[in-house]
Each structure stands twice: as structure tokens, then as C-alpha cells.
């Protein structure tokens, strides 16, 4: 699986971004998939995640109510609608694949490559 990460960039704090990654290889229907971030110096954390198979949706509480994650099956393609943002989201966004049972890093099958986003104050 190839996975390819879209749409970061700059923005101010309180805007928008929409992150996208378009796979392409195994089934993307068949996969869980999840965004994830990692601040200079810092781990790289779970974002949001959306069910393979019931289209359920999780947030890291830090995200919650700002952020949805999506899905276009049809499309190939994950998406991360990001609204209110601050200057701690900022950070390189990565999307994932999984065809295990935990959203842990270490659970992601795959990785796609990163996508830069900076929240100015």
C-alpha cells in the first residue's frame, strides 16, 4: 500500500485546513486508517481514526469537536477537515493504515509520507 498525505501548510490560529491521503495498492476499503502527528521533539501521536468496516470515528481528546476524519472509498481517499486551529497543532501530520485491531503507532500496517502543518499565533 502507498499512501500519499495532501494539504498542510500555513495557516492563523483559528482557521481551517483539510489534510488528504489518497492510497493506492491493497483494498483501501479493507483498511482502518488514522492520522497522526509529531511536534518537534515530541512522539508522534494518535489524531483520529475511522473504522474499516462501521465508518466509526475516534479522536484524541486534544482534537475533539475541532477535527473529522473522513473517508471516500470510492475515492481512495482519507481526509482530516481540521477547524479552530491552534498553534499547538502544529506539527507533521502522517496517514496511516491498519489491518490490526489497535490504533497504537506501532499497529499501523502502513505510513504514508508527511504533511506539514503550522499555526501561526
Not at 489518497?22 to 512522539?43: I, L, V
Request: positive net charge; glycine residues 10%.
Amino acid at each position: 500500500v502507498q499512501l500519499q498525505a495532501s494539504g498542510g501548510g500555513l495557516v492563523q490560529a483559528g482557521g481551517s485546513l483539510r489534510l488528504s491521503c489518497t492510497a493506492s495498492g491493497r483494498t483501501f476499503s479493507s483498511a482502518g486508517m488514522g492520522w497522526f502527528r509529531q511536534a518537534p521533539g515530541k512522539e508522534r501521536d494518535f489524531v483520529a481514526a475511522i473504522n474499516r468496516s462501521t465508518g466509526s470515528t475516534y479522536y484524541a481528546d486534544s482534537v475533539k469537536g475541532r477535527f473529522t476524519i473522513s473517508r471516500d472509498n470510492a475515492k481512495n481517499t482519507l481526509y482530516l477537515q481540521m477547524n479552530s486551529l491552534k498553534p499547538e497543532d502544529t506539527a507533521t501530520y502522517y496517514c496511516a493504515a491498519t489491518w490490526r485491531s489497535s490504533w497504537s503507532v506501532g499497529d499501523m500496517n502502513y505510513w504514508g509520507k508527511r504533511t506539514l502543518v503550522t499555526v501561526s499565533s
